[in-house]
């Protein structure tokens, strides 16, 4: 069973993402932007990172592509995509890199939909959250691209039933 664990948004938060990274025992985690934490924190340690509008240091990429088991991940923050608007600019980008899983942060609104066999996902903020309340993440897992389980949890480790699901890519 592979396992992604995907965050984004933290704004300055530490001892969360070392909880978050310690509770799950992922084969990869990462974190859509906006840490707000130099590249070398050790909390950051093993966590493929992207730069988000309020990562100052300048020291993350803009972009991530890694494959997993078959399945290719794009990470972006998305500010330089505009997703607060649309998806549209992030889709064309994803296109080019034949991404299968879309993940990106920025707007703090935690969710995933499934456009053209891709899935787009947003893990909400572990510090800001908008639309809801919770402080959520998010963590994937599948054996094989045609049964993947897209789970949301709070901060305190609970699932978020109600965003979470299973898809095809």
């Known amino acids: 069973m592979t396992k992604v664990v995907i965050m984004s948004d933290s704004h300055g938060l530490r001892e969360e993402i070392v909880v978050i990274k310690q ?3 992922a084969d990869v985690v990462f974190h859509c932007g906006d840490s ?3 590249a070398d924190a050790k909390e950051l340690e ?7 509008n309020c990562d100052m240091a300048n020291r993350f990429p803009n972009e991530q592509k890694q494959t997993i088991n078959g399945v290719t991940f794009f990470v972006v923050h998305g500010h330089l995509h ?13 296109e080019e890199e034949n991404a ?3 993940c990106f ?5 935690a969710g995933a939909e499934k456009v053209a066999q891709k899935l787009f996902l947003n893990p909400g903020s572990i510090r800001l959250p908008r639309m ?5 993440y998010a963590v994937l897992e599948w054996e094989a691209k045609d049964s993947i389980e897209v789970s949301f949890y709070t901060v305190d480790g609970a699932r978020v ?6 898809t095809a890519i």
Request: aromatic share 4%; charged share 25%.
């Open 36 to 38: 707000e934490l130099e």
């Open 161 to 166: 039933d109600d965003l979470s699901f299973v």
């Open 82 to 94: 505009n997703v607060k608007m649309n998806l549209m600019n992030l889709s064309y980008r994803a």
């Open 100 to 102: 299968d899983i879309i």
């Open 105 to 109: 942060g920025h707007s703090h609104i």
């Open 132 to 136: 809801r309340p919770e402080k959520t």
């Open 23 to 25: 509770r799950h025992h």
């Open 46 to 52: 093993g966590i493929v990172t992207v730069a988000g």
